[in-house]
């Protein structure tokens, strides 16, 4: 009915003598199909009379053409603006003007078709700057070479944010013969981070590994050498007791005794990269360790150097050994120092409380499982030349150094004191443009520590000579020193070389031993073995235990059985006596 009324009304205009373009319409057939034509018809004079002539043509197939053409790219238009990617045409790659991208670009990079369709050179805009020259290049190639290809990049949204995008290239050629380039640009920004997050895993599991192992190395060699170091101290000692300070050989006494002590220390800091320092953990504030610390800034870092100090004044205490946190300051404030070199320039050290998440632990260097919460952060940062990503990567190394010398275990030894006291630590550097060195220890729970007071005075003890002291130690020489330093203070003194032979000359007639010295370390039977046998043999009988390795770790291998008391190795022969005296008296 529709199109009876519009041909009619279509007629009346014709017989008018008005001009119409041809109409398409739609007729039923005889047999009831209902077809598409095209009718032309115009006013015409056929023998002196006035009439109409029309012409229709079916167009039916082409109509379903066309339709199905249609269809077709609504299609295409509907799975490209829905496919997860950008989808885009670059018609001229020398220009890289993109000619068509899909609705995804508003989603990945923020921009409107209002943007978009102002600015066609917006891709090549919003490449990252360290990137785009590469970039291009890469494109070119393809398009000239008619190649497919994979790029990965990096693009900045339109708020600011950096993405990560995978791009497939293909060149195809359309119907007039024109080369053009078209691909999907797909976002892996979060698989790049989730990358990100995984080889960063596994670098801490790396690095944990080898610290592990280079702590167990270095805690070994600690160890031995301090029983070298116990050797060559207590043989000093007993040297300079039976030499006049007039001597020729006194000052050479000295020296000796002066470079023992300096592989001594050295030892220590291998122990404290280890983790296996000698700790007495209190309540302390960082504050104060750092204040009495000043002097000695003032007069050991270089004039060029100027200190600045911001301490937080309500500062938590931590629970820390005093000894270890002046190491670790001093290491820190040293290596900043060579770090400025022959400049001048600043180092600034800073203490405040501050709120941990999950986030931020993870970002640090030490791989703890330390829950978020309030930590207090110690900060060290210098304008000195900073560091590449390859020295970085190996500071905490032992012994490794660039351009300076004598670097030793400063800041491997910083690590192993803040791994051993339960903190973590993040680095900020910079070529040419500083470090920061920032130290987080979780809180002290203790109250703070009662003033110290002094010690009563000792009763005495009976005479040495009425003390029978057995010395157990796998090596030889302590033996020997041992006997030596303690035979001339008047001691009988009895020597075994494991708690197997030890507990063998007890028992055969060890009524009279009234103290034990018992290394820690020996074959067969070491020290808590020991300690454990003599306390099921003769409850009364004293044992100090000795060791290269902290007094907390020793008592902490004994379990239920304490020892009388602990002699730290190295030690001189006044160490000894003092030692076994107290236990005695005790």
């Not at 070479?145 to 990560?164: L, P």
Request: charged fraction near 25%; aromatic fraction near 6%; charge should be negative.
């Amino acid at each position: 009915a529709p199109d009876r009324q519009r041909e009619s009304d279509r007629l009346e205009r014709i017989e008018a003598g008005a001009y119409l373009p041809p109409l398409e319409h739609r007729l039923i057939r005889m047999d009831n199909q209902t077809i598409e034509v095209e009718s032309s018809i115009r006013s015409i004079v056929f023998q002196g009379k006035k009439g109409l002539q029309a012409v229709m043509r079916d167009i039916t197939e082409r109509k379903a053409a066309q339709q199905a053409l249609l269809d077709s790219q609504q299609r295409y238009s509907a799975l490209v603006h829905s496919i997860e990617g950008i989808v885009w045409e670059m018609d001229n790659p020398e220009n890289f003007e993109l000619s068509f991208v899909s609705d995804q670009w508003e989603r990945v990079l923020g921009d409107g078709p209002e943007i978009w369709d102002k600015n066609p050179d917006l891709w090549r805009q919003r490449l990252h700057p360290e990137e785009r020259d590469g970039v291009l290049q890469e494109f070119v190639q393809h398009f000239r070479n008619e190649t497919q290809g994979e790029i990965t990049y990096r693009m900045i949204r339109a708020d600011g944010q950096i993405v990560w995008l995978r791009d497939l290239i293909s060149v195809v050629t359309d119907a007039k013969g024109f080369k053009k380039l078209v691909g999907v640009k797909i976002d892996i920004t979060t698989q790049k981070i989730m990358e990100e997050e995984q080889q960063r895993l596994q670098d801490r599991i790396r690095q944990s590994q080898k610290l592990e192992s280079l702590g167990v190395l270095a805690g070994g060699i600690a160890h031995d050498f301090n029983n070298i170091l116990t050797g060559i101290l207590g043989h000093t000692g007993m040297a300079q007791l039976n030499t006049e300070n007039v001597s020729p050989a006194w000052g050479s006494l000295q020296s000796i005794e002066k470079a023992a002590n300096r592989a001594a220390d050295l030892c220590q800091q291998m122990l404290a990269y280890s983790g296996r320092g000698q700790f007495v953990i209190k309540p302390l504030c960082i504050n104060d360790i750092i204040r009495d610390m000043d002097g000695l800034f003032q007069s050991t870092l270089p004039k060029k150097v100027t200190l600045g100090y911001n301490f937080d004044p309500d500062l938590p205490l931590i629970d820390a050994d005093a000894a270890q946190m002046t190491q670790l300051v001093l290491n820190l404030m040293t290596n900043a120092a060579e770090a400025i070199g022959e400049k001048t320039g600043r180092v600034d050290i800073s203490t405040r409380l501050t709120f941990c998440d999950c986030q931020a632990i993870k970002n640090t260097i030490i791989d703890h499982q330390l829950p978020p919460g309030e930590y207090v952060c110690l900060t060290v940062a210098d304008e000195g030349c900073g560091m590449s990503k390859e020295t970085l990567a190996r500071i905490f190394d032992p012994f490794f150094t660039t351009k300076f010398t004598g670097r030793g275990l400063g800041l491997a030894a910083v690590l192993g004191i803040v791994r051993s006291h339960g903190g973590t630590m993040t680095i900020e550097t910079e070529e040419n443009r500083g470090t920061v060195f920032q130290l987080y220890f979780p809180p002290s729970t203790q109250p703070a520590p009662a003033p110290a007071t002094a010690p009563a005075e000792g009763k005495g003890i009976m005479s040495n000579h009425a003390n029978t002291i057995l010395v157990v130690d796998d090596e030889e020489t302590i033996r020997q020193l041992c006997g030596s330093i303690l035979e001339r203070e008047g001691f009988t003194v009895l020597q075994a070389e494991d708690g197997i032979e030890a507990m063998t000359l007890l028992k055969e007639g060890g009524q009279e031993v009234s103290l034990v010295l018992v290394d820690m370390t020996m074959p067969r039977m070491d020290g808590p073995e020991t300690l454990s046998a003599i306390r099921n043999w003769n409850p009364a009988v004293k044992v100090l235990l000795t060791s290269g390795y902290s007094e907390e770790e020793a008592i902490n291998n004994c379990r239920e059985n304490l020892p009388d008391g602990f002699i730290k190795k190295p030690f001189y022969p006044r160490d000894l006596v003092k030692g076994i005296k107290e236990a005695l008296e005790g």
